[in-house]
């Protein structure tokens, strides 16, 4: 059973929920965020800092390359999703469960 912030769309492709905090004082996880997984980047919210923040650190912990990282939604705002391809669901559970 996978956690509410990590969903498999209709082709059976991950998406993870984010609610992001940009211009933290350093990039990990937070913890949930009602139904998403809440991440604190170091990144300021400007210029796409904190979205190529966010992608890199995602691909970074889940050891995929960043192309296999995706934004579908969310791009200015804090509430975020990400489709990821080339990761197995429970990797992406494992990568996600302790906070930082």
């Given at each position: 059973?996978?956690?509410?912030?990590?969903?498999?769309?209709?082709?059976?492709?991950?998406?993870?929920?984010?609610?992001?905090q940009?211009?933290?004082?350093?990039?990990?996880?937070?913890?949930?965020?009602?139904?998403?997984?809440?991440?604190?980047?170091?990144?300021?919210?400007?210029?796409?800092?904190?979205?190529?923040?966010?992608?890199?650190?995602?691909?970074?912990?889940?050891?995929?390359?960043?192309?296999?990282?995706?934004?579908?939604?969310?791009?200015?705002a804090?509430?975020?999703?990400?489709?990821?391809?080339?990761?197995?669901?429970?990797?992406?559970?494992?990568?996600?469960?302790?906070v930082?």
């Open positions: 059973m996978n956690p509410v912030w990590l969903q498999r769309n209709a082709s059976g492709q991950l998406l993870l929920q984010l609610h992001v940009p211009g933290a004082s350093k990039t990990g996880i937070a913890g949930t965020y009602g139904d998403a997984l809440k991440i604190r980047l170091a990144a300021p919210p400007v210029d796409g800092k904190a979205n190529d923040c966010l992608l890199g650190y995602v691909s970074g912990k889940l050891g995929i390359a960043r192309a296999s990282v995706e934004l579908v939604s969310g791009v200015g804090r509430r975020k999703r990400l489709r990821l391809s080339g990761v197995a669901a429970e990797a992406v559970v494992r990568a996600f469960s302790n930082d």
